[in-house]
């Protein structure tokens, strides 16, 4: 028991240590910081230049809102509990195998380093979207989960920073299925880990981004603005009663699936979930409504 709380303490300081030198330090690609807001900016001046829905205004609804969220949930969150609780639960699985007679090293599929960077790269951000893909489908399907997952989808009028929005729990859920697929593959670098992280940011704002795009004959493998808004639509169709357009950086998971649905330019729909007329429109409120709910 020692051993988990000096880990969690460790966890503590060195996000810390972690979080403050990339405030006071510019000098590195890889700032997660920095190259968010750079990002945010970027996407942003696209959403003024070449705006979808020309009416919403340049600071829509709940875009103070949202910007707080994108730094909360990228930042602060990490502080407050993910990276604690990601040490800790990597350690007890790892202290689980050992008492098996086994280690993560005798049970990895493959070693990064041994393939071509491009090679080692695409199969990290391909078996990473791939579980969030499904991971994204269980928080629409299980009611304990689409509670937590409704503060993403009481966004009214869609923008980048809308992208960023989500309960502290979704991260949680994300995070622990994802973790053993990802640790079977061993030795990529921290630097690998940013280029697929920033590729997915860039692609999650924009598909949030009040933007008609659809990249063309690409829309069928990326997600993209005129996709992910049906995702959000408040009426679903018919057949699909737990959603729709499920994907995050690939939208051929849906095609593959059987998931995508895209009838009409939806550029006007209503965007929310049933009953979204009594949801908190607040930080706080949204944060403990999954705990209020019966």
Known sequence: MEKYIDIIKNSYSGYWNYLKHELISINHWDNYFYGLIFISFAVWILEIAFPWRKQQAIFRKDFWLDTFYMFFNFFILNLIVLIALSNTAATFFNDMLQNLGLTLSNLRLFNASDLPKWLGLFILFIVNDFVQWNTHRLLHRLPLLWNFHKVHHSIKEMGFAAHLRYHWMEPVVYNSLRYIPLALMANYSSQDVAIVHFFNIIIGHLNHANLGWNYGIFKYIFNNPKMHIWHHAKQLPKHARYGVNFGLTLS???????????????????????????????????ELYPLNKK
Request: no cysteine.
């Open 252 to 286: 051929i998971w849906d095609y593959l699936f059987k998931t995508a649905h895209v009838p009409y330019n939806g550029k006007d729909i209503e965007l929310g979930f049933e009953g979204d007329e009594s949801f908190p429109k607040d930080f706080i409120s949204q």
